[in-house]
């Protein structure tokens, strides 16, 4: 055999053994996460009745993806999912934010009180809270750190249990063990867990009562989140969002110009 052929055979083989110790060690993740006994428990009580949901609107629970959306205003975490084959998602559940903290805006500094705006994932999830079950919004982004006012942005922004909270989202034990392993699921598969976070839903009543009642400042601001949420809203897929040297988020060209010619753009 050639010194070539075996040299390849050798890094495919390699490869197989990387990869194959990668899947196993992702999937590891979830059987991790169920020593804990709060963990168990949702998937007890929680896991059966969602996969029946799941498969109600025709969505594999052993392979979606899922996405959420926050709304401060509305004190609302919307999910959605679909196939990993699909192209479109579908709105599954609906969560009510049982506290709020701080006013519409972004988060800006440690110890504001605000709940971050802008566009995210969950980075960690934390059997063991304080708050029953937690998992992390990987604030600050690219874009709050360009745009942080003073030496920190601050952190720790979860979306946990026991309804109570400063600056995090908040819900019932009840519904933190639902979305809890639901996120785990994808994230058990190494599949990224987006969550959006929205001042408020971006109807064309929402953007009067927005102008009549903040200053041009955070209207500014809003005006590069509406982008990705028009964009959402119209075609039921996830924009590839980017953040500008000012920290600005923006859509690619094409995306923009797609969005433009479907949908008019409301002010704001």
Known sequence: MKIKNVINICLLVVFTITTSHAQVKT????????????????????????????????????EFDIYMRAFKYEKIVE????????????????????????????????GDGQV???????????PSSDYYLSMRVNYPNSSDVILKEGLNAGGAIMIHGSCVTIGCLPMTDEKIKELY??????????????IDIYPIKFTPENITYLEKNYPKSKLS????????????????WLPKI????????FLPEEEINQQQATKPVNKL
Do not use: H, M
């Open 27 to 62: 999937l590891a993740y979830k059987a991790g996460q169920l020593k804990s006994q709060r963990v168990k428990d949702a998937y007890d009580t929680k896991w059966p009745q969602l996969q029946q949901d799941l498969k109600a609107i025709k969505v594999n629970p052993d």
């Open 79 to 110: 999910v959605w999912v679909k196939n990993q084959g699909d192209v479109k998602y579908k709105l599954f559940k609906t969560y009510d934010i049982c506290a709020s903290s701080g006013d519409l805006g972004p988060k800006r500094k440690e």
């Open 221 to 236: 601001f809003w005006r590069t989140l509406k982008s990705g949420y028009d964009y959402f809203e119209e075609n039921k």
């Open 242 to 249: 980017s953040v500008d040297a000012k920290g600005n988020y």
């Open 116 to 126: 971050p705006e802008g566009f995210y994932k969950i980075d960690l999830f934390n």
């Open 181 to 194: 392993v639901l996120c785990l699921e994808a994230r058990n598969r190494n599949v990224p867990v987006y």
